[in-house]
């Protein structure tokens, strides 16, 4: 567990957050945004923000930001969509909170307590707050749109090559080369521009 930070409680609201032991270098506003590029470690930390739970289990964070990235509820979320929430949180999310000393994380319990550091994220979470679970939906649509460009990219290719080898299009060698070289190379670009976009990945 890496050190915590020492900052003063909550008082707005009067909940109480897990004490910090050890004083720990303040999160430069590089850490902050860097914490907050993604859309999971946002909704996870203003989940945290919102409820008034000193503890709550990992598996009730996951339901919570995957009902919100595909908008609809908890309980309409499939098994598929709660599992692509999860194993990313598990593995990558949280470890990185904890590590940050924005949370306490029981990896084997399955159990995240909220530290006082938490509260510095308030005020940068602010312009999120109007936006609707849609937007997170249309940024996932855009995303899988994007990085749907390799499936076309082959298939344009595929067509390029049988056309040129029935004689139905009189291309030579380096041109037909050339032509798929720019295929993929655009759907490269269509691809991590749809991720960067969504901002749903698990990038540290």
């Known amino acids: 567990m890496s050190p915590q930070s020492t900052l003063p409680p909550r008082s707005s609201t009067g909940s109480s957050r897990a004490p910090t032991a050890e004083e720990s270098p303040a999160l430069s506003q590089d850490e902050i945004f860097h914490i907050l590029q993604t859309n999971r470690r946002r909704d996870t930390i203003q989940y945290l923000l919102d409820i008034d739970d000193e503890t709550v289990r990992m598996r009730e964070i996951a339901e919570h930001v995957a009902a919100r990235e595909h908008n609809t509820t908890v309980r309409e979320l499939t098994s598929a969509q709660r599992q692509r929430v999860y194993i990313p949180l598990y593995q990558s999310h949280l470890p990185k909170l904890d ?102 990945g698990t990038a540290d």
């Open 99 to 200: 590590k940050k000393g924005v949370i306490e994380y029981n990896k084997s319990r399955g159990i995240v307590r909220a530290t006082d550091r938490l509260e510095i994220f308030q005020p940068h979470l602010e312009p999120y707050r109007d936006e609707s679970p849609q937007d997170d939906a249309d940024r996932s649509l855009v995303a899988y749109l994007f990085s749907d460009y390799y499936t076309t990219a082959i298939a344009a290719s595929t067509s390029l090559l049988v056309a040129s080898m029935l004689g139905v299009l009189a291309l030579s060698g380096v041109m037909l080369g050339t032509i798929i070289t720019i295929l993929f190379v655009l759907a490269t670009i269509g691809t991590n521009r749809g991720f960067s976009f969504s901002g749903t």
